[in-house]
C-alpha cells in the first residue's frame, strides 16, 4: 500500500532535485544538465548584485508575515466558534458554506475579487451609491495586500478550520462536564480546555505555515498583480517564475529558487526549536 505513495515522492519529489545543478551551470537545453558548462556561483552573486534583491526579500517576508499572524490565528478562531454551535444543522450548514470556496480554482477566486474590486465592480458601485468617489483598488500598490489576504481567507477558512475541528472533536467530553460543575463559563472552557487540548495541532500548523513565510507560490501573484502593483506584488517566486520560464534564464532562475528554498529551510529550523524550548511540541 506505500508503493503508490513511495513512488510519487521519489519521481515528482527527489527525482527533480537533480535539476538543481543548472544553478551552479550555464545551463543550455540542447546540451543538457550533465554537458553544460559548470558557472560556479556566477548566478547567485548576480543575484545579490541585483538592485531589486532588497525589495523582492521584503515584499516576500511581508506577505508571509502578514499571512501568518491575520490568516492562522482567525482559522483557529473559526474552527473554535464553528466547535461551539450546539444546534448541529446550523453547524454542518455552517462548515459546507465556509469550505464551498475550496472547490473553486485559483483563477475563478482571483476573477472574483477582481471583478469585485474593479472600477465598475460591487464594492464602487456601493462606494458611489453612498456618496463616495470610485477607488481603483486594482491599480492602487496599497490595496494590494488587503485583497490578496482577503481572497485568502474566503477561500480557504473553512477547509483550513477542519484540522482543528477534527483535533476539537476528540476533546474529551467529561472535562467539558467537571468544567460546568466548577461553573466555568465556555469562554473559560474555550481558553483552558479547547485551545491547550489541541495545542499540538497548532504548533504542528504553525510549523508548517512558518516554511511558506519565504516560500510563497507565485500562482496568486501572477494572477493579481499589474504594472501598477509591481513594486509592492513582486515576491521572490514570481521573479524567479520571470526570469526563469518567460525570459528563459533558467540557471539564473534556479539559483534564485535554490536560495529562497535554503532560506525557508533556515526559518523552519529555527521556528521548530522555538516551538520546542516553548511549548514542548515540535515537528521532530
Not at 506505500?2 to 546540451?31: E, H, N, Q, T, W
Not at 548576480?46 to 490565528?73: C, H, M, Y
Not at 528563459?248 to 535554503?262: C, D, I, N, T, W
Request: hydrophobic letters at 50%; proline letters at 4%; aromatic letters at 14%.
Amino acid at each position: 500500500m506505500l508503493v503508490p505513495g513511495l513512488l510519487f515522492y521519489l519521481i515528482f519529489r527527489y527525482g527533480p532535485m537533480f535539476g538543481l545543478a543548472i544553478a551552479f551551470k550555464d545551463y543550455s537545453p540542447f546540451l543538457g544538465v550533465l554537458k553544460s558548462p559548470w558557472a560556479g556561483l556566477k548566478h547567485f552573486e548576480k543575484f545579490f548584485s541585483n538592485a531589486d534583491v532588497w525589495r523582492l526579500t521584503f515584499n516576500t517576508l511581508r506577505l508571509g508575515v502578514l499571512q501568518l499572524v491575520i490568516e492562522f490565528p482567525l482559522t483557529i478562531a473559526f474552527a473554535v466558534i464553528l466547535n461551539e454551535v450546539q444546534n448541529m444543522r446550523c453547524k454542518k450548514a455552517y462548515q459546507t458554506i465556509s469550505y464551498l470556496p475550496s472547490f473553486l480554482s485559483l483563477v475563478i477566486i482571483c476573477s472574483i475579487f477582481k471583478d469585485l474590486f474593479s472600477v465598475d465592480g460591487v464594492i464602487n458601485q456601493m462606494i458611489v451609491q453612498l456618496g463616495g468617489n470610485v477607488i481603483h483598488f486594482n491599480g492602487d500598490p496599497k490595496f494590494y495586500l488587503f485583497i490578496y489576504i482577503l481572497s485568502d481567507l474566503w477561500g480557504g477558512l473553512g477547509s483550513g478550520a477542519i484540522v482543528y475541528l477534527a483535533a476539537l472533536s476528540g476533546v474529551d467530553q467529561n472535562l467539558y462536564e467537571a468544567a460546568k460543575l466548577d461553573g466555568c463559563s465556555r469562554i473559560k472552557m474555550i481558553r483552558y480546555i479547547s485551545i491547550p487540548s489541541i495545542m499540538p495541532t497548532i504548533v504542528t500548523m504553525f510549523l508548517l505555515r512558518v516554511g511558506n513565510i519565504i516560500r510563497i507560490t507565485p500562482d496568486k501573484t501572477l494572477l493579481f498583480y499589474n504594472d501598477l502593483t509591481l513594486e509592492t506584488a513582486d515576491i521572490i517566486g514570481s521573479y524567479v517564475y520571470r526570469v526563469g520560464i518567460t525570459n528563459k534564464s533558467y540557471s539564473f532562475g534556479s539559483a534564485v529558487g535554490l536560495l529562497e528554498s535554503a532560506l525557508a529551510a533556515v526559518i523552519l529550523i529555527a521556528a521548530n526549536k522555538i516551538c520546542e524550548r516553548a511549548t514542548g511540541s515540535s515537528l521532530w
